[in-house]
């Protein structure tokens, strides 16, 4: 991986996580060591009644809180929604934006998700915009194309390695235990980043794309080694701090 991308291994919590969960965040820290800091960023997506509590109990651990959505507007009449101001105030310094469980449980769609990214650089937020094809997809042999098209829509204007990382996870990978071949997920990471040159030019080669759907610590280093992926978005086993920590350690 290119000097100029450390890293990435970010969890996303989903509905998932209680107050008691702060014991696994702390262990977690407990664990980031200086080996480990040296090599990868970690990033922890709790659900939102926990972020401000979380952020309080990691300062100083160099772990990051992210936010798993945000409404595009700052602020109004959105019962239930959040903004990314409120994530950012809350101690969040990330927030995940155009998931495929958002995009499928509430209809998000690509233009929705370039709103929610714009609002999070807004606030300050780096957005963790999600990509991905749906089994069908991807035997149909679209997959390539339909993500293409995802990101092409999804990610605005004025991305930068700094404000941008992408996530991509395949619709079928999420929570099944399957994964894509290593050479699928090249291919894939490599359109990504093709897709991505062609509206930033170089600033392509400093953003981070990573590899999400079925991240375990037995996979992780055969998938976080692969070319042009520059870290993971874990879900089930990023709950349990001995779990996320071996799979970080992929890096270690
Ligand atoms: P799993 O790691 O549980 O498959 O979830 C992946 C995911 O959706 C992360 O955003």
Not at 211 to 235: F, H, Q, R
Request: negative net charge; charged residues 20%.
């Amino acid at each position: 991986m290119p000097a100029a991308r450390r890293p990435l291994v970010a969890g996303n919590w989903k509905m998932n996580g209680m107050k008691h969960s702060g014991a696994e965040l702390i262990a977690m820290a407990d664990g980031y060591d200086a080996a480990l800091k040296d090599k990868a960023d970690l990033l922890i997506c709790p659900p939102a009644t926990l972020v401000a509590l979380l952020a309080a109990e990691t300062t100083g651990s160099g772990i990051a809180i992210g936010g798993q959505d945000c409404h595009a507007k700052a602020s109004g009449a959105h019962t239930g929604d959040l903004s990314a101001e409120m994530l950012k105030d809350a101690g969040a310094s990330f927030v995940i934006v155009g998931h495929s469980e958002r995009r499928t449980d509430h209809c998000e769609s690509d233009a929705v998700v370039r709103a929610k990214a714009e609002a999070a650089w807004r606030a300050g937020l780096t957005a963790v915009v999600c990509v991905g094809e749906t089994r069908q997809e991807r035997e149909g042999g679209s997959a390539l194309a339909v993500v293409a098209a995802q990101v092409r829509g999804s990610v605005p204007a004025g991305a930068s390695g700094a404000n941008l990382v992408v996530a991509y996870e395949p619709v079928w990978a999420i929570g099944t235990g399957l994964v894509p071949t290593v050479g699928d997920v090249e291919e894939m990471h490599g359109e990504i980043r093709k897709v991505l040159a062609e509206a930033l030019g170089e600033e392509a080669g400093k953003v981070r794309i990573l590899y999400g759907g079925s991240v375990k610590p037995d996979n992780a280093p055969t998938l976080l080694k692969a070319a042009d992926v520059d870290g993971a978005l874990v879900g089930g086993a990023s709950l349990k701090a001995s779990d996320f920590l071996a799979i970080a350690k992929a890096y270690a």
